[in-house]
């Protein structure tokens, strides 16, 4: 993987559970790591929902490898979410390849 083809930075998120001096437990994203990307694909696709029509925007981050990313992750690009939906690594724990669709 050439560093020069990682141009864009990205946050990954979790969704933790946080003790506040309460007691009370309250669900937050946090970040967990920022990171150099390249972005692979990006496309946005119309499909029919019971609501009527909606589109939907996939797109394929190639990042370093990075241990414990989980499709429970969340990533942070250009001020919107993007929720993982498949993580395929690239080799021998060299790169990851981060399947991504826009959340509403």
Known sequence: MRAGKLDRSISIERLME????????????????????????????????????????????????????????????NGAAHDLKEIKEIGRRRALELRAVATS
């Not at 946080?18 to 946090?30: D, F, M």
């Open 18 to 77: 946080i003790v506040k001096p309460s007691g009370s437990v309250v669900t937050a994203w946090t970040n967990i790591a920022t990171i150099r990307a390249e972005v692979i694909q990006q496309s946005a696709t119309e499909f029919l929902t019971g609501f009527g029509e909606a589109e939907n925007g996939t797109i394929v981050f190639r990042v370093r490898y990075l241990p414990g990313i989980t499709t429970a992750d969340r990533v942070l690009y």
